[in-house]
């Protein structure tokens, strides 16, 4: 598996960082909106702290982009694998 080197820009990281807490947000949310149970305050924590480094501090995001990166280059070469071997 060859890995291209990559450097995210500002507007990657903000992207990601956005990106991120729209998830962990949707996490938070889902048992209050679905079930009528209380709000996940560990996911709307981390789903602040994601959006704020996002839009104050997007280049605080870089290492954890590219672990981030990383496993999806090792999923992507799983589930190829897969695909191809069921082709």
Same mark, same amino acid.
């Given at each position: 598996? $060859?890995s291209t080197? %990559?450097?995210p820009?500002a507007?990657?990281?903000? &992207?990601?960082?956005?990106?991120m807490?729209?998830v962990?947000?949707?996490?938070?949310?889902?048992p209050?909106v679905?079930?009528?149970e &209380?709000?996940?305050? +560990?996911? &709307?924590?981390?789903?602040? $702290?994601?959006?704020?480094?996002?839009?104050?501090?997007?280049k605080?995001?870089?290492?954890? %982009?590219?672990?981030?990166?990383?496993?999806?280059?090792?999923?992507g +070469?799983i589930n !190829?694998?897969?695909?191809? !071997?069921?082709?």
């Amino acid at each position: 598996m $060859t890995s291209t080197i %990559h450097q995210p820009t500002a507007k990657d990281l903000r &992207s990601f960082g956005l990106l991120m807490a729209g998830v962990f947000l949707i996490v938070a949310v889902w048992p209050l909106v679905i079930h009528g149970e &209380s709000l996940r305050v +560990w996911a &709307s924590l981390i789903a602040g $702290t994601f959006g704020a480094m996002g839009m104050l501090f997007p280049k605080g995001l870089g290492p954890l %982009h590219r672990v981030w990166m990383k496993i999806g280059e090792k999923l992507g +070469w799983i589930n !190829s694998r897969i695909i191809l !071997s069921l082709l």
